[in-house]
């Protein structure tokens, strides 16, 4: 178990530990859910950069590390639409797509080949990270102002629900657009794999 592996797995220890600070409405465990989330999205960075510096990419690495990155940001969502912050739909679509992803990639992994995720899927999965960066910070600077929010435009919940929108929707579009191609590109193997 080399170092960016075991960062990879802390990424997946600390999705739940993320939720249960972020949906106590609290100042102390909402700082505390940006801190974590952030420190998660960190470790995606940094177990990528550490496996090309020192050229030890392996296949548990190349399966598990983009799970735990759907794992990371499918549970933010979650999240979000549990406390009303997203909408059902447009999360069920990012989630959907994720896991059906995974499927496929799991099945090929079963036989014994790994399908790297492309650059397409790399920005798509920066962009998700970014938007509940976005959606941490007005959503804890809501909390830590309280009443005061009101009136400052930043931090008033109602008057950013549409940027909230906005952000997950072209998250949305680009997550959905990623499966799409990368069903294209593999289908070839996938279909070889179903024979």
Not at 36 to 50: E, H, M, N, P, R
Not at 124 to 135: G, L
Not at 144 to 165: C, R, V
Request: proline fraction near 3%; glycine fraction near 4%.
């Amino acid at each position: 178990m080399n170092l960016p592996n075991k960062l990879t797995i802390s990424r997946i220890i600390l999705s739940p530990v993320f939720y249960f600070l972020f949906i106590i409405d609290n100042r102390t465990t909402r700082a505390l859910s940006l801190l974590v989330f952030t420190i998660a999205s960190l470790t995606d960075l940094y177990d990528g950069y550490l496996a090309r510096k020192y050229r030890i990419n392996t296949n548990f690495g190349k399966f598990m590390d983009p799970l735990a990155d759907k794992i990371l940001t499918s549970t933010a969502f979650i999240s979000f639409v549990a406390l009303g912050y997203a909408r059902a739909w447009m999360v069920s679509t990012i989630i959907v797509r994720e896991f059906t992803i995974t499927g496929l990639r799991s099945l090929v992994a079963y036989r014994g080949q790994v399908i790297l995720p492309s650059f397409l899927a790399q920005v798509k999965t920066a962009s998700q990270m970014i938007v509940i960066v976005f959606m941490l910070i007005v959503i804890n600077g809501h909390t830590l102002l309280g009443s005061f929010a009101q009136n400052d435009p930043l931090f008033d919940i109602a008057g950013m629900q549409i940027y909230f929108d906005i952000t997950i929707l072209v998250t949305m579009i680009l997550t959905v657009w990623t499966g799409l191609d990368y069903i294209i590109k593999s289908f070839p193997v996938i279909k070889s794999l179903i024979k």
